[in-house]
Structures are given as structure tokens and as C-alpha cells.
């Protein structure tokens, strides 16, 4: 007998098979000819999207196809910071309502995420950042989200490794701190969504790049794909920092500019640090996963790239100054580091919603800071997709805000740190 | 790690010692341009995957801005010029 449920009595169960009884979690299906709506880029908004266009709508007929393997992108690259302490009223509506989802993914998806609240604490380091994060907190306020400041005695006992001696360069003053915010195992909520969806019959097809459209009037009629064409009715699109390209082959230009981020891990070991940590006065943040490795990255490498991969100058900016802010952690050695292709936007605010073409809509811009809005970006997007309309929620996002000159600058008012 | 030759100063520079300012050859249009236009000229870019024109500036040595042409997956410089110059290798690609 094949379980399908995943459950404490499903994993005593195939215990006793010796672990041999467990479906794949989602098929390998090949493409059909057609399909009601295609899915472009099978990361973890394309994935939700495929999820809730499924489940909250009805849509069936839904091909989600993926150039390489889902997760491969930014998705799988990130280092699962997720927090909600926007400024704007518009971005923390989308981003707690993203947290709020998270919350209870794991029941949703009967898939473990792995979230852990451990609080993400932004530290002030002179009085001009205690009254930025004053005045972020009054936002916050305003938004209904939650967030506190915490003064120096209560930062050394949370960060029990952290240099507060009268030699560190970054002297704290306090933190900003958000309780709810933490990390989640990212690769879980690419397989949790894709694992739903397959199981609502979304066709879920990789190593399947698409490569053209083709367009009648201002309408897709067909996507060209490496595996052939394929029909739809609509197309979504999320392929982050491949989003110029895309929409290039659909007859449109973007916003934004693609650059890459980077971030690198070290060797695993015991638990010593139990919050995320990040110091403004370098852009570098730091936490450790549950397996025991230090997850470290910092500001964005400012100009443009496709490369998918790290340099030195940033690995040795942000090794500097993590063991500034923990001089033990000098200790350790790099394990691994890598970068990911990100879409940049002038205000640091993701692009939702329509495009010049009538039925294909968009999901972008999330830059550095995504992973977090994944399960809002997808109901966004399963939202325009289903009803050809645009989410209240996604309204002030439209492509059309930089002709309208509305934009929703979180990048100077909240600093954006992914 | 970017390294550019400066063509002012004749100094060779790692990224850390340069300023990346974007995209190269985005004039200013009229102001009596239609708002998709002037949309276009502030916000909108290329970004191309591969060959790219772009303006850099010898922030830490001589401050000039000037142009350089690279590849974005590469990151191999193919060419560095001063803005009064011409390209050869922008103009085989353009
Ligand atoms: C190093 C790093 C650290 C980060 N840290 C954080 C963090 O702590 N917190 C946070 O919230 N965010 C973080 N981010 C940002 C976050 O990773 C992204 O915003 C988010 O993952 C974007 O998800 P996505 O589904 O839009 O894109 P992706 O996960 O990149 O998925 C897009 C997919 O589209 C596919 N694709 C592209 N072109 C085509 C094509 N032609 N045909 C078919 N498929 C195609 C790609 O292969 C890719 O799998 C970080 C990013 C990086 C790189
Ligand atoms: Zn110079």
C-alpha cells in the first residue's frame, strides 16, 4: 500500500517496511498539447501559485514548467530570513499576510516546513537608527504588525556570543525586534507547494524551458517550450531575476535590473545562536540553521550579473564583519558559498499583477527579499490567473505604478534587507 | 572580482575600488515626451544576459566616470573607453 498522508503513524508505518512503501511526492508527467493556464518558473511563487489556482479556484488544467529542476533558483539559494516589519501600509498587508500563511503552511500542506519564530533582531547601533526603528515601530503600529525595542542588557542575553565590548566597532545601543520573525527550510516550501499541487492534478514539468510565445493580436495563443509547444488560455509568469528575457519574448520591457546576491554557509556546529541577527551598519546578517551551520550574507553586489555564483570581495565583507560582531565564530571554516540571479527594482517593491499582453500576468521584482512573500505572491498571482482581475491586495503593485509615478519605495523607507 | 583599467588614470582597479552607475547611452529625452516615454527613459533597461554597455566610475583613484562593455555571465571586460571616444566593440555589437 502506497501512503500518500504524510503522518507520525504513516512514518511508523513504512518504518516497518523498511521505508520502501513511499510514493514519489509528485509525478513526472510529460507535457500535453494543452492546457486552461501555464505557469512559468517553478519557484516557490510559481509553485504557490500552481497551489492556490488549484485549490481556491477550481483551475485544473495547469501546466507549471521549469527550466531546471523546482527550487533550483532563488528559491533554493536563500538564506530563509522571514519577517513582516514593513513601513508602507500596502507592503505590510502582503508581507504579514504572507507570514500569517506560513504560520499555518505546514498543516495546509501536510508537508513540514520547518518554520522557526526564533525572533529577527535588527540592531541599532547609534541614536539615529533608535529613532528610525522608533519610528518604524509607530509604523508598524499603525499596520497592526508586531514588533518591539529591546535595550542592550536584553540583546547580550539573547546574543550571549556578541561582541559588546568597549572595542567593538559597532557599538549596540538596543535592537529592533521582531518575535514572529525566523526562518523556514527552504527547500521544504518548494516541495510542500509542488507536492500539494500535483496532488490537485497540476501537471508539474522540469528541464522544460520556455523559449518563445507565440501571439495573436495582444493575446498568447501558444508557449514554446524545449519540449514543444503547448496551448493555454492564460500565462503566469515568475522567473525573478530571468524576468527582462521573458518579457522580452512576450513584447514588453521591465523595470529592472538582475544582480546577484550572495551568501555562503560554515561548518556545522552546536547551537549557538538561536535569533537572526542583522547589523545596519554593514548590511550582514547571520543565523544558524537547525542542522548547525551559520547561514551569513550581506548587501547585494551592486552591478548587474547573471552569474549564479560568489566573488571574494563579498565573501570577505561579510566574513569580516560577522566575526566583528561574534569573534569567536573566527573559528570556523567557510563550507560552502554561492550567489543567486535577483530582479532589482527601482523602490524595492515586487511587480504584480498585468502586462501589456491581455492574458499574461506577472509575478516579479521580489529582489532580495522574496522568500518571505512567497505564499502572498502565489495567491496574488493564482488571483489574476483565475478572475483575470487584480487582488485588492496587489493593486498598488501594478507595472503601471512607475508610469503613474506611485511608487511604493520600501527600499528607502523600511531598508530593505531581504 | 572585476578588475577595470582605468582610462584616465591608467590605473588598474578591483570592483571594490570602482562605482557600477548602470546602463551606458540613456540620454535624457525632451521634456515634451509622452509619459511612456519619459517612463522609458527612467525606468525601463535592457539588463541583457550576456554583452552589456554599462557606465562605471574610478571612485577611489581618479573620480572620472566612463564606459565599459561586459559580459553579465562572465563578467569579462571586452572593452573600456572615455566618454568622448568611440567604442569598437560597442558598435559590433550594437
Ligand atoms: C543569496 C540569497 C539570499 C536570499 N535571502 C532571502 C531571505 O533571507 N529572505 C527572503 O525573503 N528572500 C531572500 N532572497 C530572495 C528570494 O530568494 C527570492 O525573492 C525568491 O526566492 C524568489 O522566488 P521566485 O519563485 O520568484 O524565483 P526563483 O526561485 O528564482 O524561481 C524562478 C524559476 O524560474 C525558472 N525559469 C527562469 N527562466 C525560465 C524559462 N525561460 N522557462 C522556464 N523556467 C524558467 C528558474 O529556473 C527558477 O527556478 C534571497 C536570495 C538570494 C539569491
Ligand atoms: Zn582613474
Given amino acids: 500500500m502506497k501512503i500518500r498522508q504524510y503522518s507520525l503513524r504513516a512514518l511508523a508505518l513504512c518504518a516497518l517496511q523498511g521505508h520502501r512503501d513511499w510514493p514519489p511526492a509528485w509525478r513526472t508527467p510529460q507535457p500535453k498539447s494543452s492546457y486552461d493556464v501555464v505557469i512559468v518558473g517553478g519557484g516557490g511563487h510559481g509553485l504557490a501559485t500552481a497551489f492556490y489556482l488549484a485549490k481556491h479556484h477550481g483551475v485544473t488544467r495547469i501546466a507549471l514548467l521549469e527550466k531546471g529542476w523546482i527550487g533550483g533558483g532563488n528559491t533554493g539559494r536563500n538564506t530563509t530570513n522571514v519577517r513582516s516589519d514593513y513601513l508602507f501600509p500596502e507592503s505590510a498587508a502582503i508581507y504579514d499576510l504572507a507570514l500569517r500563511l506560513y504560520e499555518d503552511l505546514a498543516r495546509e500542506l501536510n508537508f513540514n516546513i520547518m518554520l522557526s519564530q526564533r525572533g529577527w533582531l535588527t540592531l541599532i547601533h547609534n541614536q539615529h537608527q533608535m529613532e528610525l526603528a522608533a519610528h518604524k515601530l509607530n509604523w508598524l503600529k499603525c499596520n497592526g504588525v508586531d514588533g518591539e525595542i529591546i535595550d542592550r542588557a536584553v540583546v547580550r542575553g539573547m546574543l550571549p556570543h556578541f561582541n559588546m565590548g568597549r572595542d567593538a566597532r559597532n557599538p549596540v545601543l538596543g535592537a529592533f525586534l521582531q518575535r514572529r520573525g525566523g526562518t523556514i527550510r527552504h527547500d521544504a516550501v518548494a516541495w510542500g507547494y509542488a507536492r500539494a499541487a500535483d496532488r490537485l492534478g497540476v501537471d508539474i514539468i522540469q528541464n522544460c524551458e520556455v523559449v518563445g510565445f507565440e501571439k495573436s493580436a495582444d493575446k498568447i495563443t501558444s508557449v514554446h517550450t524545449t519540449h514543444g509547444r503547448i496551448h493555454c488560455e492564460r500565462v503566469g509568469m515568475a522567473v525573478a531575476g530571468q524576468s527582462t528575457a521573458l518579457a522580452a519574448m512576450a513584447g514588453f520591457r521591465l523595470p529592472l535590473t538582475t544582480h546577484t546576491l550572495q551568501a555562503m554557509v560554515s561548518e556545522p556546529i552546536r547551537p549557538v545562536l538561536n535569533h537572526v541577527v542583522i547589523s545596519p551598519a554593514t548590511g550582514v546578517y547571520v543565523n544558524q540553521t537547525q542542522k548547525g551551520e551559520l547561514v551569513m550574507g550581506g548587501m547585494l553586489d551592486l552591478y548587474q550579473s547573471y552569474a549564479q555564483r560568489g566573488n571574494f570581495p563579498t565573501i570577505e565583507k561579510v566574513l569580516s564583519a560577522v566575526v566583528e560582531m561574534f569573534p569567536s565564530f573566527g573559528q570556523l571554516r567557510l563550507m560552502r558559498h554561492w550567489g543567486g540571479a535577483v530582479d532589482i527594482v527601482p523602490d524595492s517593491s515586487p511587480i504584480l499583477g498585468p502586462t501589456p499582453v491581455r492574458n499574461l500576468f506577472i509575478n516579479c521584482g521580489w529582489g532580495t527579499g522574496g522568500f518571505k512573500a512567497i505564499p502572498a505572491g502565489g495567491l496574488m498571482l493564482a488571483h489574476s490567473l483565475a478572475t483575470g482581475s487584480t487582488h485588492p491586495m496587489a493593486q498598488p503593485f501594478g507595472l503601471d505604478r512607475f508610469r503613474s509615478n506611485r511608487l511604493v519605495d520600501e527600499g528607502a523607507a523600511a531598508g530593505i534587507a531581504h | ?94
Avoid at chain 2, 19 to 43: H, K, Q
Avoid at chain 2, 46 to 55: A, D, L
Avoid at chain 2, 69 to 90: G, M
Fill in chain 2, 1 to 94: 572580482m572585476i578588475l577595470i583599467r582605468c582610462p584616465y588614470c591608467g590605473e588598474l582597479r578591483t570592483e571594490d575600488e570602482l562605482t557600477y552607475g548602470g546602463e551606458a547611452n540613456i540620454a535624457r529625452p525632451a521634456e515634451t515626451v509622452s509619459d511612456e516615454a519619459w517612463t522609458d527613459y527612467l525606468f525601463m533597461r535592457t539588463n541583457p544576459k550576456g554583452i552589456h554597455q554599462e557606465q562605471w566610475c574610478c571612485s577611489a583613484g581618479c573620480g572620472q566616470w566612463f564606459k565599459v562593455v561586459r559580459d553579465t555571465v562572465s563578467h569579462r571586460i571586452l572593452d573600456v573607453w572615455k566618454f568622448e571616444e568611440v567604442s569598437q566593440a560597442a558598435e559590433e555589437v550594437a
